[in-house]
T-cell receptor, first 116, second 117 residues
Framework: AQSVTQLDSHVSVSEGTPVLLRCNYS??????LFWYVQHPNKGLQLLLK??????LVKGINGFEAEFKKSETSFHLTKPSAHMSDAAEYFC??????????????FGTGTSLTVIP | GAVVSQHPSWVICKSGTSVKIECRSL??????MFWYRQFPKQSLMLMAT?????????EQGVEKDKFLINHASLTLSTLTVTSAHPEDSSFYIC?????????????FGDGTRLSIL
């Protein structure tokens, strides 16, 4: 079985304070994990990816995520929120499939609001 | 690198019209392209997966005769919504991947907002 759960549908933080967006996964395989960000009426932009190398992954725009196998988590963090971080964030896990390589499974998304 | 261009970004047309959306990988060869549909405030719903030169694999519940997908080259896939009706109005997003390796991310276009009157 394969699934990904984003625990919060909406997170609000004040500008300059830390951001934590939570993601848990279940997988029978060693997963590849990704975080994407989507601004309104835009496609998805890759923030960072975990592919069985270092467990602490650094991404763009100051974001990072830590893969914790014991907790089956891949939470996204940023030390200090910026107004431009307000967007929808998706956690994604991949599962190998016979014909198309790896299929992506999307979380339901977390909407981040940054309060000035 | 890894830029995906999707065109058009916005379409408004009358009911019964067929609409074609293009997805191009600009700086890499896309062995696999994906088409998603996204409803407001929701996650992406995979519609179909296409490999270059092969027929697309459609997800359950997606009408293949309604949503025609062509992936004739390693840099271009098209989605044609045939005889579109108001219920087809949505945000359609394509993505492309350069290889089938487990760690390879998908690279997304900017989406197409389709509004059927």
């Amino acid at each position: 079985a394969q699934s990904v759960t984003q625990l919060d549908s909406h997170v609000s933080v004040s500008e300059g304070t830390p951001v934590l967006l939570r993601c848990n996964y279940s997988s029978s395989y060693s997963p590849s994990l990704f975080w994407y960000v989507q601004h309104p009426n835009k496609g998805l932009q890759l923030l960072l990816k975990y592919t069985s190398a270092a467990t602490l992954v650094k991404g763009i725009n100051g974001f990072e995520a830590e893969f914790k196998k014991s907790e089956t988590s891949f939470h996204l963090t940023k030390p200090s929120a910026h107004m431009s971080d307000a967007a929808e964030y998706f956690c994604v896990v991949t599962l190998p499939t016979p014909n198309t390589g790896n299929q992506f499974y999307f979380g339901t998304g977390t909407s981040l609001t940054v309060i000035p | 690198g890894a830029v995906v261009s999707q065109h058009p970004s916005w379409v408004i047309c009358k009911s019964g019209t067929s609409v074609k959306i293009e997805c191009r990988s600009l700086d890499f060869q896309a062995t696999t392209m994906f088409w998603y549909r996204q409803f407001p405030k929701q996650s992406l719903m995979l519609m179909a997966t296409s490999n270059e030169g092969s027929k697309a694999t459609y997800e359950q519940g997606v009408e293949k005769d309604k949503f025609l997908i062509n992936h004739a080259s390693l840099t271009l896939s098209t989605l044609t919504v045939t005889s579109a009706h108001p219920e087809d109005s949505s945000f359609y997003i394509c993505s492309a991947r350069g290889s089938t390796g487990g760690g390879q991310p998908q690279h997304f276009g900017d989406g197409t907002r389709l509004s059927i009157l």
